[in-house]
């Protein structure tokens, strides 16, 4: 068996979990998440934990229930706690602003780029050069960290540019002059 897959997901408090046929819908005091169970994996119930289980031990049955798994867990990590990622910016004169449903960054360009906000991201600024995203789906707010990182990703002579919170970023070695053949 997978071992990520054999290992039960805990219910949290406050968490409803509803089975019908092959789709698993859960609700928590941020939201409502779906997921569909592919074909061959199921999901049971007991003692206020729930236990995925495969039919066969197929490869792909494999993979899936492992994957399945973790899925799930997450979903009930979204709607009870939810998701944050944030992003700093770095370089001079970089900088972010809200402006209703958009996001504008400055980040040397001749225009400013506008980003476009999805309804189930919540987007903060703390201060100009800091992004904090916040949501119940761990893959879209990944996916959107993503997209707003790849409008400038950190330069690695000068460190310019978004990064991630934390992220090392390597620097390498400009050009040197000098020490030429006399």
Request: aromatic fraction near 4%; charge should be positive.
């Amino acid at each position: 068996m997978s071992r990520v897959g054999r290992k039960p997901i805990a219910l949290v408090e406050g968490v409803t979990v509803e089975v019908s046929e092959n789709l698993v819908k859960i609700t928590g005091p941020k939201g409502t998440l779906e997921f569909r169970l592919p074909p061959g994996i199921q999901i049971r119930e007991e003692e206020r934990n729930l236990v995925i289980a495969r039919e066969s031990d197929e490869p792909k049955q494999r993979s899936l229930h492992g994957m399945s798994r973790s899925l799930i867990a997450n979903m009930i990590e979204g709607v009870s706690k939810g998701f944050e990622k944030k992003l700093s910016i770095n370089g001079v004169g970089y900088n972010a602003k809200l402006q209703g449903k958009q996001l504008m960054l400055n980040l040397g360009f001749t225009n400013p780029v506008t980003v476009n906000m999805p309804e189930y991201i919540e987007v903060e600024l703390p201060n100009p050069t800091l992004i904090v995203l916040r949501g119940i789906d761990k893959q879209k707010v990944g996916q959107f960290a993503a997209a707003i990182r790849a409008v400038k990703p950190p330069d690695p002579y000068n460190a310019k540019g978004i990064s991630y919170e934390g992220e090392i970023v390597r620097r390498k070695a400009g050009k040197t002059f000098g020490g030429g053949a006399d």
